[in-house]
């Protein structure tokens, strides 16, 4: 069933919402919040919606889709779709209209000096041109952005001296302020610059819970260090935070990178001391005054020893734990599923265990011949939050109804002896997404099931308590760690029936 709300637009972040709370509607099977673009007319039609109904629409009409079990069941998602856009809906300020162009709000506004750009992707450049015409840093969240357009967006954002985070920039936080999907985190002196929006999340979020903080973390998105786009926001971002007083080391994250590209970076970093932890990379010749570090772990941590914190990650328990788990299984399950909702910490993962245990599948392959479907007897680590996954439906940090599906029929192969989980939580995720997955986590365990290894990334002061969410994870029998590298740890270490591996984990 289809329902047509006239000019009415919202952003992808907003339809992303909609789409979320129209599928928690009872009796709702499958819900989608789309623009009548061609690509949002695709993506109904791949879901078996018949194209003719949406008779002759523009770009600006919103289409909201359910498969429900009866009519009632539709309108109530109908209902909850249109009142999650309404309820985001700007306001006239000062009895002015709500201005309908970048440059009018930032005439209005005349002390902001960033834009944040969540458009259909075929849009996104246009608009943030005119963002950088008015005189503004962007931030593109958008993604499908084509390569060519970024180049030429970067290539601006340099001659004017703006930044242009993005496309597919999911996480920043400017002097404090966190936008897209961020954690809430202290001010501190560790500048952060990531090609990978959960790397960055990682990191910051890290050094917060080691009482150290960031003074800015800049996205550049995923692409920027590639060969085809230079690095040029990457370049752009350590110049800033080398010239930042605040900023007394700079720690630079990437999924793997153009090793001449990741070089002409670590180039930039003038006399502040950096670390650079680029995923697939960890061996490069860096100039004097710039660390290598293999995990995420190891890179916040050589950043918290450079501005004079001795911190560490707590591990007492986990040997123990991981012994206990091992006693509990059957002798055939040997492998790692990893169903995650963080891309870098996919990444992150699939270095540990190959270098452990072997080669490791996924959608999202380090190595271009592990793909999936994996044969059988394969360590498989999905990346769930990939453009495959989320085509017309939620990322899974917003709503985690693709993962738990994918979870209830996979993870419980005879063969499987440890589950990995991320479970981020921050600003613009799932308002409890570790209570949406202990259920699942306990029925995977029950009866002989393989053990669950769980990572939440979060902050203490994140909206959705980090400590509760550590806690009811914990409360249903799950492993959880201190960070995503011991997690992966642990897993290999169930797998191959060696708990002393996780006390070493360098």
């Known amino acids: 069933m289809i329902k047509v709300v006239h000019d009415t637009y919202a952003d992808s972040l907003l339809l992303l919402v909609a789409t979320s709370d129209m599928s928690e509607c009872e009796g709702v099977s499958w819900a989608g919040a789309v623009m009548a673009t061609p690509a949002g007319r695709e993506s109904l039609a791949a879901e078996g919606f018949d194209a003719d109904e949406l008779g002759d629409l523009g770009s600006n009409d919103l289409v909201l889709a359910v498969r429900a079990e009866d009519q009632a069941a539709a309108e109530r998602a109908f209902d909850a779709g249109a009142k999650a856009i309404s309820s985001e809906a700007p306001e006239a300020v000062g009895g002015a209209p709500a201005p309908r162009s970048i440059a009018s709000a930032a005439s209005r506004l005349s002390a902001a000096n960033v834009a944040i750009i969540s458009v259909p992707g075929s849009y996104a450049a246009l608009e943030a041109h005119h963002a950088l015409t008015a005189g503004l840093h962007v931030l593109l969240f958008s993604d499908n952005v084509p390569k060519e357009e970024e180049v030429e967006l970067k290539k601006r954002g340099n001659e004017l001296g703006l930044l242009v985070m993005g496309p597919g920039a999911g996480t920043a936080v400017l002097a404090g302020t966190g936008l897209g999907f961020a954690n809430d985190v202290r001010r501190g002196p560790v500048g952060v610059v990531a090609a990978a929006g959960t790397g960055a999340q990682e990191v910051s979020a890290l050094l917060d819970r080691w009482g150290i903080g960031v003074s800015h973390v800049i996205g550049v998105g995923g692409r920027d260090l590639s060969a085809d786009i230079g690095g040029r926001m990457a370049i752009a971002a350590v110049r800033a935070l080398d010239a930042d007083p605040d900023t007394k080391a700079i720690l630079l994250v990437s999924k793997p990178p153009n090793e001449a590209v990741a070089r002409e970076v670590l180039a930039q970093c003038g006399d502040t001391p950096a670390v650079a932890t680029f995923l697939g990379l960890d061996d490069l010749d860096t100039p004097e005054g710039v660390h290598m570090a293999r995990t995420l772990e190891d890179g916040a941590l050589a950043a918290a020893r450079l501005v004079g914190h001795a911190a560490e990650v707590s591990a007492d328990d986990l040997p123990a734990a991981v012994a206990t788990a091992i006693d509990g299984l059957s002798a055939e399950r040997r492998t790692v599923r990893g169903y995650y909702s963080g891309g870098t910490l996919c990444y992150e993962a699939q270095l540990i265990i190959g270098d452990l245990l072997g080669g490791v599948h996924s959608n999202e392959p380090l190595v271009e011949a592990n793909t999936v479907p994996a044969p059988p007897g394969a360590h498989v680590l999905l990346d769930l939050g990939a453009e495959e996954y989320t085509d017309g439906r939620p990322h899974p940090m917003i709503d985690p109804s693709l993962r738990i ?102």
């Open 405 to 506: 599906d994918t979870i209830r029929a996979n993870a419980r192969d005879a063969d499987v002896a440890a589950v990995l989980l991320d479970v981020v939580i921050g600003y613009g995720a799932h308002e409890d997404p570790a209570g949406q997955l202990a259920p699942v986590c306990q029925e995977v365990m029950a009866d002989g099931g393989p053990q669950v290894i769980a990572y939440v990334l979060g902050s203490a002061t994140d909206p959705q308590g980090y400590d509760a969410q550590v806690q009811k994870l914990r409360d249903v029998g799950c492993i959880v760690t201190d960070t995503a590298a011991r997690a992966a740890f642990a897993a290999a270490a169930i797998a191959a029936r060696k708990p002393a591996w996780v006390e070493q984990p360098a």
